[in-house]
């Protein structure tokens, strides 16, 4: 803040002391004074003013927990003022444009010098939002659009304590406050727009998605076209993330509630996941595989069948992956008793798409542990149709043999070229007379 001439907190008595009908007057003064910003970059400046700062500020965070009825309509005004002159500030610029793959686990991120007076600041708002003394009818007159707009934009702060408080006040607003949900969920979709299409660093997508988890949790049935369409324009283009792992959990865990409200979103979740499925990163295709066998447990006949072809063709391609963990995961499908299940009762269609894939990695894998796996799905598939098997198994091998005879083909191609091309090097060299080092 600007010049202080005194300290401001000096002449409030503390509010135990005052008698009872003069406390909102000296509430309100106690308010205004918590709104004086400080400085905490410069650790030697106003060192007694920031202590009685956060004297105050613990002090009226027990005289709201212990006071029925302190909030009047005026007071909600001040209590709002005083929280955004706190927290609605410019947050540092992020360390994080110069790596774009932020690694929460190696990186240490930026904390709030400010905390020792953001965190009661945050408790003290918390508090308020979820008391039974604040009507939401009267609040949204400052809890407004504007406010959560604002609430939003500090949701990218790289400080994990901040989130977390932001993260549980927004989910208190929201369920508090019915006039503003609309808006709450429209003003997330579009901080996950800006993310996709644009920004693609944000520090705060996991606590937003956090949020979101426990909202679609609560949707009523059947679901609405609008929570379908944010499904589909939203939240699945998240996948496409470079910076997915530091969020992936929440994501999948959205995934699996829209599936448990509708299964026939499955079809929508893989198919977009299909669209978005990474082609270098292996990581990231793990992260993958492990969510769609969640969505997979979820998935009813009906569309199962739908997208069994497009998506056993991407599991074919990931089980010759030459990267083990990706091979392995997919193999690892075959563990899941309702997978297997479903696998099995559309066989027909399914298993000449992986046999291939199957005797391909028994040939020439390179790691052991995937080839102890391609074993076993290759046991599993001949136990389970023993014919079917059989079937595919020999159209392979002609197929795989037509290969054998083309490379061989090619092999006797290319040592006729290498011929003629020494040949008439030699030449070249006896008619010109040229030496060769």
């Not at 075959?334 to 099995?344: P, S």
């Amino acid at each position: 803040g600007g010049q202080l001439d005194e300290n401001p907190f000096a002449n409030l008595p503390t509010l135990r002391e005052t008698a009872v009908g003069e406390r909102t007057e000296l509430f309100r003064k106690k308010l205004q004074a918590c709104s004086i910003v400080f400085d905490f970059n410069q650790p030697a400046a106003y060192v007694k003013e920031k202590e009685s700062k956060r004297q105050t500020l613990l002090e009226i965070v027990e005289y709201v927990n212990n006071t029925r009825n302190c909030l009047n309509e005026q007071i909600m005004q001040d209590v709002v003022a005083m929280v955004a002159a706190n927290i609605f500030r410019a947050l540092p610029p992020s360390n994080q444009h110069a790596a774009l793959i932020y690694d929460p686990e190696e990186d240490e991120p930026t904390l709030e010098s400010s905390w020792p007076h953001l965190q009661i600041v945050y408790e003290f708002f918390l508090r308020f939002v979820v008391s039974n003394d604040v009507d939401p009818k009267v609040a949204k007159k400052f809890i407004d659009h504007n406010f959560v707009l604002k609430l939003l934009e500090l949701f990218n702060s790289e400080d994990p304590r901040e989130r977390d408080y932001l993260k549980t006040i927004l989910h208190r607003i929201y369920g508090k406050f019915m006039a503003l949900r609309s808006f709450i969920r429209k003003a997330i979709q579009n901080v996950f727009f800006k993310f996709v299409y644009e920004a693609e660093i944000h520090n705060g997508i996991a606590e937003l998605l956090e949020i979101l988890g426990s909202i679609i949790n609560g949707f009523a049935l059947p679901l609405k076209e609008e929570h379908k369409a944010f499904l589909e324009r939203s939240l699945i283009p998240l996948h496409k993330a470079k910076t997915l792992n530091s969020f992936h959990q929440q994501l999948a865990y959205c995934m699996t509630q829209y599936v448990e409200k509708d299964p026939r979103l499955a079809e929508v979740i893989v198919g977009g996941m299909l669209r978005f499925w990474p082609v270098t990163n292996t990581p990231k295709e793990v992260l993958f595989l492990n969510e769609l066998e969640e969505i997979l447990e979820l998935t009813q006949i009906p569309e199962f069948t739908r997208i069994q072809e497009q998506l056993f063709n991407k599991l074919a391609s990931c089980i010759i992956s030459p990267h083990f963990q990706v091979a392995e995961r997919v193999l690892f499908l075959w563990n899941n008793d309702y997978i297997v299940k479903l696998i099995n009762q559309n066989r027909q269609v399914l298993f000449p798409i992986v046999i291939g894939a199957l005797y391909k990695n028994s040939k020439h894998h390179w790691n052991s542990t995937v080839h102890g796996l391609t074993y076993n799905v290759l046991k599993l598939l001949m136990e389970a149709d023993p014919p079917l098997f059989d079937e595919c198994s020999s159209k392979h091998r002609v197929e795989g043999g037509d290969v054998d005879a083309q490379k061989k083909a090619q092999e006797t191609e290319r040592q006729k070229k290498w011929a003629a091309l020494q040949d008439a090097f030699s030449k070249n060299v006896a008619n010109n007379g040229v030496t060769v080092a």
